[in-house]
């Protein structure tokens, strides 16, 4: 499914009922600090020869700000603002969301002070909380025509830039799984959980005891594993949102909904073989990037993000690692076997309350800049590594993780779903999910923790 992210069509309800305490179930997923300033950074040359973009000299000498929220990108961000500066005269300052901080938190924080950023990277949930009343239109943009697949929309109108896709799964290292079986591993040969269940069996007879890493921390489990009984209802937001009101109306019995039996079924297999079993709330997500690069283990459930983590612990560009689906079934034709969940994480909003004409329209030239000039094109994907949603963007991510959700994207291999949760989402259920995880619960007592959390909300 490649139908909007965000979604199409859920915003009015959402925004009404939640909009004051809605945030991302999703956190950065870095544990370690990627814009480490002793870490010797490989820098990857821009081809400035050709610029035909058209630049706004009337705009030449203003001043704009961007509070950024995805701190792997900060020192990017910074340099696609210089040149972006050098070229229009336009002063982009970005401003990172301090640790501490939530995204939401803090730009409310600044408009209530009376001195909003010109632009915000947000998170899809902050955007529809706010859009309405904060927001500058920006339905008629032409980057709409380039994005169209990944525009969130509230009540029929376009009020942020999706900036990035990102996507998670099962996280293989082809070359470790090959090494141990001594033969040639193709990922799209495994399409079901039985098989999945019978690669790491066959691995483990092979010497890799325990091939899974699956991190502990509650937003890992509270959000990227589990808003997969939302996300995977049908594969689409609208689905995600319209099950997420029924389980909080009571329409749906939890303990009878499918997904949520198939979920456990595939995380009690990713237990099954956690190579942190024996303390499974003691593992530790640095070193599971390292037993990945260093072959103690085949897989780790994580996203593109968690590249850096991967790079730093000696994995190179040039390797082969890549994403399997979450397995939720034995059904070959079922959509959660065959695709990888990708979907615009982050989104743009420009202030349409409190910024001038002219700020406006510099912060439209600056969107229009990265979807529209070549030297803005190549800085999204080069120097912030990450993946375009636009499709006139001709250029690939080089991390192999964001190359593998890249072709995805491109082939149609993934399912572009987001679950809107309130902003305790992952904390109340991640902690339900640690229980689980060290065997300290069972199902019962999991869909129940569930079945409460979501009848609070009303």
């Known amino acids: 499914m490649k139908k909007s992210a965000g979604a199409k069509g859920i915003a009015v309800i959402l925004a009404a009922a939640m909009a004051a305490t809605m945030l991302t179930g999703c956190r950065f997923g870095f544990a370690s600090d990627p814009d480490d300033p002793n870490e010797e950074v490989k820098e990857v040359p821009i081809d400035t020869s050709i610029d035909t973009f058209v630049y706004d000299s009337s705009l030449q000498g203003t001043k704009i700000t961007l509070l950024n929220s995805k701190a792997e990108i900060q020192v990017a961000l910074e340099k696609m603002s210089q040149a972006f500066e050098e070229k229009s005269g336009v002063h982009v300052e970005v401003m990172p969301v301090t640790d501490g901080d939530s995204p939401y938190t803090k730009v409310v924080s600044m408009y209530n002070s009376g001195t909003p950023p010109t632009m915000a990277i947000l998170d899809t949930t902050d955007v529809i909380a706010l859009a309405e009343e904060k927001a500058a239109d920006l339905t008629g943009e032409d980057w709409n025509a380039e994005a169209e697949e990944y525009l969130t929309e509230v009540n029929g109108k376009i009020y942020s830039f999706p900036l990035c896709i990102e996507g998670r799964g099962i996280i293989y290292n082809k070359a470790v799984i090959e090494e141990a079986l001594g033969r040639e591993f193709d990922p799209e040969s495994i399409r079901s959980l039985d098989e999945f269940e019978e690669l790491l069996e066959a691995l483990k007879e092979a010497g890799i005891e325990k091939p899974v890493s699956l991190a502990k921390e509650d937003w890992s489990l509270g959000a990227h594993h589990l808003q997969y009984i939302y996300e995977t209802y049908d594969g689409t937001s609208e ?116 910024s001038s004409e002219k700020e406006q329209a510099a912060a439209k030239e600056f969107l229009n800049w990265i979807v529209f000039s070549e030297i803005g094109q190549q800085m999204l994907v080069k120097t912030c590594n990450v993946i375009p949603p636009f499709i006139n963007n001709p250029y690939e991510p080089a991390d192999p993780l964001s190359r593998d959700i890249y072709e995805k994207v491109q082939s149609g291999g993934t399912f572009n779903a987001s679950a809107i949760v309130p902003n305790d989402h992952w904390a109340v259920l991640g902690a339900a999910m640690q229980k689980y995880l060290a065997e300290r619960s069972d199902r019962e007592e999991l869909t129940e923790s569930i079945i409460e959390y979501w009848a609070e909300q009303k």
């Open 239 to 354: 689905g995600a949102q319209g099950i997420i009101d029924e389980i909080k109306n009571g329409k749906l019995k939890l303990d009878t909904y499918g997904r949520l039996g198939e979920f456990l079924d595939m995380f009690d297999v990713l237990k099954a073989y956690n190579v942190a079993k024996g303390d499974p709330l003691g593992a530790d997500y640095d070193e599971m990037a390292i037993d990945l690069a260093d072959g103690k283990t085949a897989f780790w459930f994580n996203g593109n993000w968690a590249w850096p983590n991967l790079a730093e612990a000696g994995a190179e560009e040039e390797d082969d690692y890549g994403f399997l689906p979450y397995f939720l079934n034995n059904d070959t034709d079922d959509f959660a076997n065959q695709k990888i969940q990708a979907s615009p994480s982050k989104q743009v909003m420009v202030d349409g309350q409190m």
